[in-house]
């Protein structure tokens, strides 16, 4: 199949053009006449990762390789060395960040993970219904996404409306309409700053919230008679 298709159903899927301006989405490794082989889906790359994949095929990440333009080639640098890696091996990369999380991956994680209906959703944030106590909706957090660490901003005893951003989501605080927010990668400026508004936060973490990616997406996939190939990112932390 060539690239241009396969390109053409994720575009359909999830526009690209809903992406951010500073989001750098689409087909970053390839042209859209090559013909590929096999399809993989991945939350991130990383050396191990593109050392199993066959040549000859295409990767659909959720973040994109490359971010700003490149100034310089050097395959010391993270970027480099892996884009080095994926032409030497004739592999093309899309990828499906911003427009995919509006779209798709913050009301997967929510229903399909968390079991809540959205009640509403605004361009990254999702709304939903709570009512229940902090430490019971906490906790019920914690278990459903399988969480080992329990960093929250508590400011209420019982949380009536919800906000889920996945990925990083603090820096949108300001526009929450809700008495919580649940997202990853909460500074501690953004924690005080939450404070001070009254504003209920629950850090999931940034892997923990988008490694459903794949899930979301070769779910969409399939439906649509395209075969794609799972492959696990690995976190960082510890």
Known sequence: MKIKNIYKILDELSPFELQEAWDNSGLLVGNFE????????????????????????????????????????????????????????????????????????????????????????????????????FNEFHNLIIKKLNLNYKRVVKVDDFIKKCAIVTGAGASLIKKIKSDCLITGDIKYHEALEAKEIGLNLIDIGHFESEKYFVNSLSSNLKKMQLKVIITDSINPFS
């Not at 191990?48 to 990767?59: A, H, V």
């Not at 080095?84 to 913050?106: F, G, P, V, W």
């Not at 959205?118 to 709570?130: A, C, K, R």
């Open 34 to 133: 090559d013909e590929i082989e096999d399809i993989y889906i991945s939350l991130d790359l990383d050396s191990e990762l593109i050392s199993k994949l066959k040549p000859n095929s295409l990767i659909i990440t959720h973040h994109p390789l490359i971010f700003k333009p490149l100034k310089r080639i050097n395959f010391n640098d993270f970027s480099s060395k892996l884009l080095r890696e994926l032409i030497k091996k004739d592999i093309s990369l899309i990828s499906m960040h911003t427009n995919y999380d509006k779209t798709h991956l913050n009301k997967f994680v929510l229903e399909e993970i968390l079991n809540f209906k959205v009640s509403e959703v605004d361009e990254f944030i999702t709304y939903f219904d709570v009512n229940m106590s």
